[in-house]
């Protein structure tokens, strides 16, 4: 397995060579200093409260990378700490999403609320210690006392409550004395720290809710900022990863560690992902899928692992992404084009090939037998000459796409069917314009050619030239089918970049095309959920998971076979 998240060949460094990462030189030193005694202990720890998206991806293959790297071991642990936002159903969909990418969590599945008891006990350390007490203000009050970056803060009347009293609170909190919002817990640190963070931040709130795995057991719930290190440190962890964002709470994570003498695990942090044109909040994707913009959080349009999945996705296109990206110490956005070029590389080397039409007008071969129907050989994948080849059915009606076939304004660019003109058929025989057909509305219907006997593909002695080639589907053969063309989600690089606008206003409303009646070639009536195909000049595309039936298969399209979007927005 790839060791995503590792920089190749980097600027600067000359012949190729690799250069380490930053995170890469720091275990690199710690293993050098036999610091934790040469081991790496990583661990990925997402929070049950929605499913994993693209930027997820790139924490996992970077924690996952570098414990194999090392042979160290990963921990998957769930932060299980806002019982009102999380469901048993994203535990299982994280599993799914990160067996999916190809990882095992071979340190083993933990819980944040595996340590509930062990946390109100160093809570319990800290109040005894002088450095945790009980505020019994109102969140406002509390915030408005926090001061500015330029300000210090304002201490809370209840900062020097004794002893004994914090004591007999924290535990009427825990036994729900207490009303919601009543109270907290927080530690005791410094009002007039330059880090806002380290002004006595909250340690516990009260919260009357069910938990998906300890039910009404506890009511008193601990801060990230708490349970984090504690956690790591309980678990042995070594080398503890974050995003960029938390590298202000690397101080509070020591501070807790170094209060409550602990296990001292490090917290580094890193850059994390950014698309444009893609929205990466969780907060943000539920709210698409609550007000049904999208079919849920697998939608094909989604960033989600499972929509990605959903849409023809493989694992390692995911995975040759995040190494393309790499580890850095600043936040950018990345093209989602380098997403979508992952997926061409890895799927033309991959994807069997195959013909449908997904708009349909049927071609007539006037000189070719009536009732006749032949096999011609094609080959499965150019790429792959191991694959083979299938024999395709061919005879006097076909079906072409609509737009392969013009009447006017044709110039020496157009290197489809036209009058006067003559095309290849994929795999059969060149072609050559005699007449068409068209509706009331001017709408053509139907094209009249004559095929060349000698031009078979293969054994071609017709020395006629033709310059274009068009895909097609026997009539009396092909298969009707459903496919829906996805687009991106937003039409703008950075739809929640907009002071004072939502982001539902940048909405791509042409982000999904159903088209019904598409004719494919017969080898596709039996494509299974997931089954990746390249529709011949069209792109590639996927049998759809959800709805998808036997015999009955509904392709997503996956990414054209070229980016679309250079130069838009």
């Known amino acids: ?64 990378g570098l414990a194999a790297e090392y042979r160290g071991q990963v921990n998957l642990r769930f932060d299980d700490t806002n019982p009102v936002k999380e469901d048993t159903a994203y535990v299982n ?39 945790a007490y009980v505020d019994a203000q109102s969140a406002e009050d509390i915030a408005a006392q926090k001061g500015t970056p330029t300000e210090p803060g304002k201490a809370s009347p209840f900062r020097d409550r004794p002893l004994e009293e914090n004591l007999r609170l924290f535990q009427e ?46 009511c008193i719930y601990p801060m990230y900022d708490f ?52 929205i990466m909040s969780k907060r943000k994707l539920l709210r698409l899928v609550e007000e049904g913009v999208v079919d849920g959080w697998d939608d094909p349009r989604m960033p989600t692992l499972s929509g990605l999945r959903r849409r023809g996705y493989s694992p390692k296109s ?59 050989p094609t080959v499965n994948n ?47 025989y060149i072609v050559t314009y005699v007449d068409h057909k068209t509706d009331k509305a001017g709408n053509v219907t139907e094209v009249h050619v004559e095929y060349h006997a000698k031009s078979k593909s293969g054994s071609d002695t017709s020395g006629i030239k033709a310059k274009g080639t068009l895909h097609w589907v026997e009539c009396t053969h092909a298969q009707d089918v459903e496919v829906r063309l996805y687009e991106r989600l937003f039409n703008d690089p950075s739809p929640d970049g907009h002071k004072g606008q939502d982001f539902m206003e940048f ?30 000049r069209l792109g590639y595309f996927a049998a759809d998971s959800k709805y998808s039936r036997e015999g009955r298969p509904v392709f997503n399209r996956a990414v054209t076979l070229k980016d679309g979007w250079k130069g838009k927005g």
């Open 93 to 131: 969909a994280i599993r799914e999403d990160i067996a999916w990418l190809g990882f095992e969590w071979n340190g083993g599945e933990f819980y944040t609320s595996d340590y509930f008891e062990t946390l109100f006990g160093y809570a319990v350390q800290l109040i005894k210690s002088g450095d």
């Open 507 to 536: 909405l791509n409303p042409d982000s999904l095309e159903i088209l019904q009646g598409c004719k494919v070639e017969p080898v596709l009536a039996s494509a299974k959920p997931g089954q990746t195909w390249q529709f011949t």
């Open 227 to 278: 349970a984090h290190g504690q956690s790591d440190s309980i678990e042995g962890i070594t080398h503890s990863l974050c995003s960029l964002e938390f590298e202000v709470h690397r101080p509070l994570y020591e501070w807790y560690i170094e209060k409550l003498g602990i296990f001292p695990s490090k917290q580094r942090e890193f850059a994390r992902l950014n698309l444009n044109y893609t």
């Open 318 to 376: 995911v995975r040759d992404f995040c190494d393309r990206v790499g580890v850095a110490k600043r936040n950018n956005v990345i093209d989602v084009g380098l997403l979508e070029f992952a997926l061409r590389d890895h799927l033309n080397a991959t994807a069997a090939r195959a013909m449908a039409v997904l708009r349909p007008i049927k071609m007539v071969i006037v000189n070719y037998p009536e009732g006749q129907v032949d096999m011609l």
């Open 173 to 218: 909190m825990r036994e729900g004395k207490h009303p919601e919002g009543s109270m907290v817990l927080r530690a005791k640190v410094d009002m007039s720290h330059a880090n806002m963070h380290m002004r006595d931040p909250l340690m516990y709130r009260i919260k009357f809710a069910m938990h998906h795995r300890t039910g009404d057991a506890w």
């Open 382 to 428: 150019p790429e792959n000459p191991e694959e083979g080849t299938r024999d395709i059915p061919f005879g006097r009606e076909l079906y072409i796409e609509a737009e392969d076939f013009k009447v006017e304004g044709v110039n020496k660019k157009w290197f489809r069917l036209a009058p006067g003109r003559s095309v290849r058929l994929k795999s059969a």
């Open 1 to 64: 397995m790839e060791h995503a998240g590792l920089d190749k060949g980097a600027e600067g460094n000359g012949g190729g060579t690799t250069r380490r990462h930053f995170i890469q030189q720091i275990i690199d030193a710690d293993r050098e200093a036999n610091v934790y005694g040469g081991r790496v202990h990583m661990r990925f720890p997402p929070e049950p409260n929605g499913f994993l998206h693209i930027g997820h991806a790139k924490a996992i293959c970077v924690n996952f």
